[in-house]
């Protein structure tokens, strides 16, 4: 029962260097999202996938790209990292109404140098 | 703008005693829900409770309750019967705008139960 899979756990990158943070998810869901989470601040939304085909920016694109590569799996891409990148990241799904909770993974720690 | 305010960096409580966090938030929506969202150390995000906004009673899911007062446009999260491993983080979530269950959140309370 692995619910919301991410790799990698912890990853240290140098300023400048690109990165995919890779997601799956095995419940069926049609939503997923990633968020951030930096010290002493809640998570926010970086993008969302309302379905499968579909991606959408949310709260804080800037530096990042996404790709709904099928219904389970969800990659967010880091093309040029930043020291200001550096943050915990997760992945989320859900069904789509709105009553539903999202599930989310372990979280990857992000370091950029 | 939407907002989720929690006004309590840090609470502590005694094991077996109850406690309430606090969460207020802002919205013009006439629709939304509410969640609450526990992280313990090890960093995982925890679904607690749900509230949806028209929903005429509070949600309560074992030992957790959600007391909603939709006019004050409050969610707090009561924890009765404290346990030591109820010592974590605790979100407070909503539902922006625009639909597609997408989730603005609290800066978070770190809970600290004492023995």
């Known amino acids: 029962n692995a619910g919301v899979t991410q790799t990698p756990k912890f990853q240290v990158l140098k300023t400048g260097q690109s990165m995919t943070l890779q997601c799956a998810q095995d419940?069926?869901?049609?939503?997923m999202y990633w968020y951030r989470q930096d010290p002493g601040m809640g998570l926010r939304l970086i993008y969302y996938s309302a379905s499968e085909g579909t991606t959408d920016k949310g709260e804080v694109p800037n530096g990042y790209n996404v790709s709904r590569l099928n219904k389970r799996e969800f990659s967010l891409r880091l093309e040029s990292a930043a020291p200001s990148q550096t943050s915990v990241y997760f992945c989320?799904?859900?069904?789509?109404?709105?009553?539903?909770?999202?599930?989310f993974g372990d979280g990857t720690r992000l370091s950029i140098l | 703008a939407q907002k989720i305010t929690q006004t309590q960096p840090g609470m502590f409580v005694q094991e077996k005693e109850a406690v309430t966090l606090d969460c207020t938030y802002d919205?013009?929506?006439?629709?939304?829900?509410l969640f609450w969202y526990k992280q313990p150390s090890s960093g995982e995000m925890i679904f607690l409770i749900y509230?949806?906004?028209?929903?005429?009673q509070n949600a309560t899911e074992g030992r957790y309750s959600l007391n909603f007062q939709k006019a004050r446009k409050s969610a707090n999260l009561v924890i009765s019967a404290s346990q030591l491993g109820d010592s974590a983080m605790y979100f407070c979530?909503?539902?922006?705008?625009?639909?597609?269950?997408?989730?603005?959140f609290g800066a978070g309370t770190r809970l600290a139960v004492h023995p």
């Open positions: 979530a909503m539902t922006s705008s625009g639909g597609y269950n997408k989730l603005i």
């Open positions: 919205t013009s929506d006439p629709s939304y829900g």
């Open positions: 509230q949806g906004s028209y929903d005429q």
């Open positions: 989320a799904s859900s069904e789509r109404s709105s009553n539903q909770p999202q599930h």
């Open positions: 419940m069926n869901h049609n939503s």
